[in-house]
């Protein structure tokens, strides 16, 4: 059987062919989107084990430093500097420590306790202590946070950038809380300058729980390439299945539905 592809050029076929390269087109570029969410994922994750075991570095190394007076940030670190290692030295100020609500570990909801970190040069960093549970008899009550140790510590941990959305410390139960850690925004309640970052303590303080580095799921985008470019083939065979299908006409089984002089009467089977 001569298989003919003429019917391709009309403008129904040409219709189906558009809609088919457009879909795939999409398909294909979702597919390449995924695909540099993975590497941006897969390079934070190399970031966060790589800031497990490397010698930690000075803060003033990785981020600015401050320039201006009380209530003031310093610049923001680069994008490749979260997750960095450091290491800084100061004394810590309990007397503005601040609550951060709503954080999870090991699926509990509870604290984190961000303690500002005074430098020799009268400028902070705010440093995430540790993790802490929430007081048995509620939201209302104060939760029991141990002491920052006193006189001068060097701490080391892995340097964070600010998060985004956060809003002035709130007064709740006789301490400061928030919900994001936004320095630009603390600092103004503050009587120092701060590191436009905080610092995530590789120890917590005795009795607080460590608040772990949570790795971005590379995987699941891994997952959705493939995912994408497996539909952008399967709608590109679907268009050259039909069209093959078209080509060929009727099947067998159909032609003894067709007029009686395409059928040999003798035999009962196509001519």
């Known amino acids: 059987m001569q298989v003919v592809y003429r019917f391709l050029a009309t403008p129904r076929w040409l219709g189906y062919a558009a809609l088919t390269v457009a879909a795939a087109t999409v398909m294909v570029l979702l597919g390449l989107w995924q695909l540099d969410r993975y590497h941006q994922r897969a390079e934070i994750n190399a970031r966060i084990d790589a800031g497990t075991s490397a010698t930690p570095v000075a803060l003033t190394g ?6 201006g007076g009380p209530g003031t940030v310093g610049p923001a670190p680069a994008e490749h500097a979260q997750w960095t ?10 007397a503005h420590e601040i609550l951060v609500r709503g954080r999870t570990v090991e699926g509990a909801v509870g604290f984190e ?8 040069d009268g400028k902070a960093v705010l440093v995430d202590r540790g993790w802490v549970r929430p007081a048995s008899s509620g939201a209302l ?3 029991q946070v141990p002491a920052a140790p006193s006189g001068s510590v060097t701490v080391s941990g892995r340097l964070q950038p ?19 850690i936004t320095p630009a925004v603390i600092a103004p309640t503050l009587p120092y300058a701060l590191f436009d970052a905080y610092v995530s303590a590789d120890a917590p303080t005795a009795g607080l729980t460590m608040v772990p580095a949570e790795k971005q799921n ?3 985008n891994a997952g959705y390439v493939l995912q994408w470019w497996l539909f952008a083939a399967m709608t590109v065979y679907g268009f050259g299945y039909l069209a093959r299908r078209e080509a060929r006409g009727p099947r067998p089984d159909n032609l003894l539905d067709e007029e ?12």
């Open 113 to 120: 306790v961000l303690t500002p970190l005074v430098l020799g």
């Open 62 to 67: 990785v981020v600015g430093a401050p320039s």
């Open 162 to 180: 600010p998060e985004s959305r956060g809003g002035r410390p709130q007064e709740v139960a006789g301490h400061a809380e928030i919900r994001r």
């Open 85 to 94: 290692r450091v290491t800084v030295t100061g004394t810590y100020d309990p």
């Open 260 to 271: 009686p002089d395409e059928v040999d009467a003798a035999h009962g089977v196509p001519r």
């Open 218 to 220: 590379a995987l699941q």
């Open 141 to 143: 009550t104060a939760p």
